[in-house]
């Protein structure tokens, strides 16, 4: 292939009737300058690993691979391009390099084994339905995210919660369209992703803290001023909310975990989650 080729359109070679896997017998993926371009014709299965000097997916490249069920992209990769796992089933463990900057359109589409995904400190586009339709049930944003699409949760259905560590990113009003389950958002008061609009009705904001805040003397979370926040504190939240103690000024300001200016349920699970 000459040098001067800069760019291979979608399924230029599927189905063209060469066996590509007599010129690669011992790799299921096929590489250009470092790309891996993978055609949908491809039967890959099990784990795939992809080779250290990758520095990106082109689009499409293992679409509708149903039986691939792990996928491991080295540090060296930068952008997942669109559609590069689109309708890939069986893909249940999905290990993201440290490098990687932009997951594409679509990119992990229709994933429906795909529970969970660490997403790395570099990443900072998450372009329209990236992760549409997975089976993802909670995620992390790194802070670094500067933008979410259209859809980019769309339709995930075992979504309960999420935690959003960027505070100026662009989320668009319908990330998180059809995510019905979620039902605790955790992000930093005051941030884009403080929006009840963007989420279910039934979804709970939940404050994360820049820093440690005072309640007078007494430390946030520290209700019963024991110098330490644990399962105790819980029970006098619950208590008060019960009516069955009444907490002081002071403990009220350290019981209200989340910033939001009441005490209840809410503080008791944010203490519970930093256990």
Known sequence: MPATVTSIAENAVFEDGYDYTDEYPDDDVLYFKNWAIVSNGYDISGSCELKADTVGLGDWAFSLCEELEEIIIP?????????????C????SVQL???IEEIGLQAFDGCSSLTDIALPDSLKILRDWAFGECGLTSVEIPSSVEEMEDSVFYGCEDLTEITILCKDAYI???????CDSLEYVYCYKGSTADNADLYPENAAIIYLDDEEIDGGETAKGDVNGDDSVNRLDVVYILKDITNLVSLSDEEKAAADVNGDGNVDILDTIQILKSL
């Not at 540090?75 to 309708?87: L, Q």
């Not at 089933?89 to 249940?92: I, P």
């Not at 668009?172 to 059809?178: H, K, L, P």
């Open 75 to 87: 540090d060296s990769v930068k952008r997942i391009s669109e559609g590069a796992f689109y309708g």
């Open 89 to 92: 089933t069986g893909l249940s």
């Open 97 to 99: 390099g440290s490098g």
């Open 172 to 178: 668009d009003d319908y990330a998180f369209d059809g």
